[in-house]
C-alpha cells in the first residue's frame, strides 16, 4: 500500500461495491494512460516528470482502492482484465495528448467526487477524497496545458455512478 495511505475498511456494503469498483478502473486507465504519455515524446522535461509523479499516484490509488475491495471479499480487477483503447490521434501530439489528459482526469475527479457522496462508508469516502484531491492535481497540469489555467473550476462535477461508467465505457472494455 501507498505511503500514506489509510488502510481499507471492510466496512463498505453492496451499494458500495460498484462505485468501487468503477474507481479501480479508472486508476488502471490512469496507469495506463501515464504509460503511454511520457513515451509519445510530446513533452518537455518538466512535464514528464509531472507524469511519472502521477503514474506513481495511480498506483497508488490503486493500491489502496483494490485493498478496499479485497477487505469487502471482492476479487480487484487488473489491467489484464481489461482493454484500454484511446483515440488514434489520442497521443499524436502535444494537444492531442493533453486534451485527452484533460478528458480523463476530468473523469476521474468526477468519479471520485461522486463517490464521496454517494458512499455509505466513511472510512472510504474519506479516502475518494483524498484521492480526488491527488486528481484535481493532476487535472491542474493538463489544464495549465490545454487551457492555459492552472487553477480551475471552483466547483469540479461529482458524476453519478452510471454517468461516470458511461464516461469511462469509450476507453475501456
Known sequence: MAA???????????ADVPVVTLALAAELLGSEFYTQA???????AAEVR???????????????????????????????????????????SRKSTAELGL??????LGIYLGGVASLQDPDTRALFAR????QAEHLSLFSHIVL????????????SLEDGSAALDPFIS
Do not use: C
Open 38 to 44: 511520457p513515451g509519445a515524446r510530446v513533452f518537455g
Open 148 to 159: 492555459d489555467k492552472p487553477i480551475g473550476m471552483s466547483f469540479p462535477v461529482p458524476l
Open 103 to 108: 478528458l480523463l482526469e476530468t473523469v476521474f
Open 50 to 92: 509531472y507524469m511519472r509523479r502521477a503514474l506513481f499516484n495511480e498506483r497508488g490509488h490503486y493500491a489502496a482502492v483494490a485493498q478496499i475491495l479485497s477487505g469487502a471479499g471482492e476479487t480487484p480487477g487488473q489491467a489484464a482484465d481489461f482493454d484500454f483503447t484511446f483515440p488514434a490521434k489520442g497521443f499524436a
Open 4 to 14: 500514506g495511505a489509510p488502510s481499507a475498511s471492510a466496512g463498505i456494503g453492496e
Open 131 to 134: 484521492i480526488a484531491a491527488s
